[in-house]
């Protein structure tokens, strides 16, 4: 009897260190799998990067050398006039989320904007294309602006209604007991405590937008040279790191990989720059990934 | 009396002034989250109107015509939904098991500290661009799978219909692959919030009942969490979906369907990204916009599954298993 038991009982133990030491190698193989990837990125971009790729144009296909000088100009372009759009009616839509919204409508505003955040970005492209493109008969940097700004909209609005959200209420109150109305009081105290949360988010959403490829693909589309207005196709550092890596020449992967590189460090410098806000600020408990 | 009302005017035309600046601040931001409501149904109707010469020309025997030729003008959309839930379907079965397994490693076993900075990377990781996955995919992944892995898997099953063919490096494993790679993120750090929730009390009275620490996750914790990790399911479904950049580098460019997962395919989100600004001819383009259309609707159906379980763990939890 007691063998019997003692016998069940190792074979419980014996299943638990497997199971266990199993979740351990899950972990481990994940883990591991995203450090050797991204290492052999920063290896790759590291041995291929030099400075034309900043200050000069593309060349000829097919002629080694040249950079794409113009498609960092046109990623800060089209990412610049995308937040101007997009940050400001994310957060006065995040306001009104937190502060006046009525149960309903509220619901209905909310449902839409996850709704948004998850459209595929290449449908994003698509409706941008058919709003601006087509009846503007060219692509352009605006097209491209616009759709990137679709993405960053949800992403503005629901982060700044979360930061305000977590302003403790005593702070609210003491604002309507000292006699300002509550738009006095979302104003000057409430949205200033959560300045740094909203600040956050605002920081992650440019990031994304700024690495996202697909809503430019057939709205802002690519050029070789400089862009000469809002209204012409501009080169961005996504697409052209997506040109470059599909294409058939060695230089042209060689600039790829540099790109790709830049384009890593600029969203995790960002990305960890305003995680760092976030945590200085003291404010918990917000996941924001995504 | 008419002191008082002089004192009590003045009070009262600025109490009127005060509610008309909230009323006024309500309707400005009112505006702007009316703006959501309008640009998410704007796009469910551009999608719509511009892809109804497609609809009108094919009708339902679009989703499941099996023809892409843009020569003769005639357009079907099996082959791309078909790849689009392969490489999906294979994602998850390579992402799941080995994400919820770190998730519980992460919850359980690690410590704290651990646990936190790894999750941190993992936040990180969920933030890198797709093109850079792709990058990676088309330099690395690719010529891996051409050499060593697919020969390798046609030498061990090639008699079975699955993995049969030649060794070209892309298709639809190797799409499949690199999106396991990208909904890890996603699926631990959302399987591991899941696990976090559950009480301790749920852990300390299965480990005084006698269990094994094995047995208290696997008895008493998975199924508390239960909800949750199917939902990070979801949402690793709906990216795996909708993803278009890395996919495009890697699946191939095949409008047919194979039963054979090493063998060259196409997504939704791959034609688009590289038939759209080629297309010429109304029809063409519809029916790409039909496409999009169709993609739209499965993530967001899927994204609604995954909010239903968030709303209902909220609600209950998900404790009666």
Known sequence: MSRAMS????????????????????????????????????????????????????????????????AVVGSAEIVFIASLIGLPVGFFAGIYLAEFSGKKFGILVRYAADLLNGVPSIVIGIVAWTLLVLPMHRFSALSGAVALSLMLIPITARGTEQFLLEVPRNMREGALAL????????????????????????????????????????????????????????????????????????????????????????????????????SCSGSKGASLSG | MATSAAIFRPTSIAGKRLSRADDLAHAFTFFFAALILGVTTLIVCQLWIHSSPAREKFGFGFIASKLWNPVSDEYGAAPFIYGTVLTSLLALSISVPLGVGAAICLSELASPLLSAALTFFLELLAAVPSVIFGLLAIFTLVPLMRDYVQPALIGAFGFTSLFSGPAFGVGYLTAGLILAVMTFPYIISVSREALLAVPREQREAALALGATKWESIGQAVLPFARAGIVSSVFLGLARALGETMAVTMVIGNDPAIHASVLSPGYTIAAVIANEFTEATGKLYVSALIELGFVLFMLTTIINALARMMIVLTTKKGSAKA
């Not at chain 1, 995203?34 to 030099?50: E, K, M, P, R, W």
């Not at chain 1, 862009?227 to 599909?246: C, D, E, H, Y």
């Open chain 1, 7 to 70: 016998a069940r009982n190792m074979r419980r133990n014996a299943i638990n260190n497997v199971m266990l030491s199993l979740t351990a190698v899950c972990a481990f193989v994940t883990v591991s799998t995203l450090f050797l990837i991204l290492g052999h990125l920063v290896y790759n971009g590291g041995t291929s990067v030099d400075i034309n790729l900043f200050t000069k144009l593309p060349l000829a296909p097919g002629e080694p050398g040249g950079g794409m000088a113009n």
């Open chain 1, 179 to 278: 006699g300002a109305n509550k738009w006095r009081a979302t104003a000057s105290v409430i949205v200033p405590a959560a300045r740094k949360g909203i600040m956050t988010a605002m920081i992650l959403g440019v990031a994304r937008i700024s690495g996202e490829t697909a809503p430019l693909l057939f709205t802002a589309l690519n050029n070789q040279f400089w862009s000469s207005g809002l209204n012409q196709p501009t080169a961005s550092l996504p697409v052209m790191i997506f040109s470059r890596a599909t294409g058939p020449y060695d230089d042209w992967h060689r600039q790829a990989w540099a790109a790709g590189l830049a384009l890593l460090a600029l969203v995790l410098v960002t990305n960890v720059t305003a995680r760092l806000i976030l």
